[in-house]
């Protein structure tokens, strides 16, 4: 199991083929209609799209190699923001312009044979890269050059390169792009970088160890200071199987890479599920909280009510009480001032003691405890535990 679906991808191999397929060629771009299906099949999009700048899947001959082995064009380079760091992995560019010095050379050269393949294969063919007119009928490997018949003869004795590795390009029709780019590789030749001889290029086969330089023949006989020597493929060969072993040790500690990648990314995970339990927690306590404090809310109000409602029962009970004595007292009035003017000394005998004792009894009444009734002292309960909310 190699990276989780959700994560961005570990960092990996690319996969060929996936997401964009910028097509791999100079020519017609995108918009261009599309006239007969090509007589090939696209191989070359699907199968090279490694040979393009991964910033913005484009082909360009000037890649430039940065020092974490991704490859951007000089355009993404030139407009990448921040300056001075990868876009795809953030590691630091060296070069203070943001620029490598390190070009592609290898996915440069792949692009320019991917293209000679591409004229090979087109409907028409390729035409002479000389007299530009004729069909080519053969490709000279060492020249990089198509020739038609009447210009391959001129190759062949007048600038006496018979000795060219040449392949017909009906033969080469039928390989594969892959094939023809490993025939390629085959025939390209290192050249002699010495000072001593700088007009003519010679082909190098000797390598010196000293300087670490590839030398011609004649360089490495005339001049005595270069030793020792060995046969230049068999450099390339040690240089290619150092670059394979050192391949086969990072493979191993990727390995290690990817499971703290894993641990890293399962830590993430825990923390974000640590954090949704929580706030979870956090949202239902509330909840709770609110629910507890509604029916609070209702049990207070309930119980102001309650205590008005008593409250206005016993204040009504009472006015009638005093109501009922203030009656009493007025008849009890009217009562006696009547006696007083209109009684017989026969009334006044026989309805005297009555009347006294009615008013001996209205005396003794008290007045009633006015004020202090209280809401203060009954409603304290409710302050008390909407205090304690
Ligand atoms: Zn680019
Ligand atoms: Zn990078
Ligand atoms: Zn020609
Ligand atoms: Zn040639
Ligand atoms: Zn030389
Ligand atoms: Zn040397």
Known sequence: MSGSPTAPR????????????????TGPQPDAPVCSPPSHPPVVEDDFQFLLCEGCRQE?????LLTCLHTLCLGCLSENKPVGQC????????QANGIPDMDNLLFTNLQARLRVYKQITSDSGPTCSRCRGEVALVWCCECEEFFCAKCFEDHQWWHKKKTHKVRKVEELRAESAHQFLEDTRKSCNLFCTSSSHPDQSRVCSIYCQKCEKALCCSCALLDNQHAPFCDIRSETQRRQEELSSMDRELRRRRSGFEATYVSLQGEAARLEEAQREM?????????????????????????????????????????????????????GERLVEKMSLYATEQEVMDMQPFIKGSLQELQRLQLPVAMDRGQPRDLSECRARLQAL
């Open 10 to 25: 570990p960092p990996g191999p690319p996969a060929d083929g996936d997401g964009a397929t910028a097509p791999v060629e």
């Open 60 to 64: 360009s001959p000037h890649l430039k």
């Open 87 to 94: 876009p795809v992995c953030c590691t630091a560019i060296p």
């Open 279 to 331: 706030r979870e927690l956090i949202r239902q306590r509330v909840e709770q909280l609110v629910r507890l404090i509604r029916q609070e809310e209702e049990e207070l109000v309930g119980l102001v009510e309650a205590r008005q409602e008593q409250g206005r029962r016993e204040l009504a009970q009472e006015l009638r009480h005093v109501e009922g004595v203030l009656r009493r007292m007025e008849a």
